[in-house]
């Protein structure tokens, strides 16, 4: 009883708290939208070194081949016996077919495809990236079967 008598008390007499004002929109929308921010830089950075460990095996790669290391540069390749060191230069050496009149290649993008990594090089020498594939388990490096940009 004397509960009611409270309530009915503060009602006729004005003895109630006084409601908090509520936060404008600007304020309530803070904390999520630096929340959303911190997410989505997190997410970009994470999107951009994804594959990092492809990328710099690619480069190294890359880099022996700039470099006339081309023994350096066949061990990081996925070779077997149908694709030899002799195949290797043709493609790769001094005058192959990739590396003839390149002076500079560079790392321009990357996917994953399932077990491996395309990395596309822009050389020099070429129009259009060549799309390198790197194994994930072996880190061993070979021609990708698709390039997004076109062969």
């Known amino acids: 009883m004397e509960m009611a008598e409270k309530i009915i008390g503060s009602l006729i007499y004005g003895d109630h708290p006084i409601p908090k004002r509520g936060r404008a929109w600007k304020d309530r929308l ?31 790669f890359m880099t022996a081949v700039e470099g ?13 016996e149908h694709y030899t060191m002799k195949d290797f230069l043709e493609d790769w050496g001094k ?3 990739y590396s003839k009149g390149m002076h500079e ?3 321009v993008d990357s ?12 050389m020099d020498n070429f129009k259009r ?8 388990e072996t880190m061993k490096l070979s021609f990708s079967p698709v390039n997004k940009y076109g062969q």
Do not use: C, M, T
């Not at 803070?30 to 070194?49: E, S």
């Open 30 to 60: 803070k904390v999520p939208v630096a929340i959303g921010l911190v997410l989505l830089v997190i997410g970009g950075l994470a999107y951009k070194f994804a594959n990092f460990q492809e990328e710099r095996r690619v480069k190294l």
């Open 68 to 80: 006339g290391q081309y023994d350096d540069a066949y061990k990081n390749w996925d070779a077997d």
């Open 105 to 107: 290649a560079r790392v």
């Open 111 to 122: 996917n994953g495809k399932g077990g491996a990594v395309v990395v596309y090089v822009a």
């Open 129 to 136: 990236p060549v799309a390198l594939l790197v194994s994930k």
């Open 95 to 97: 005058e192959g077919y």
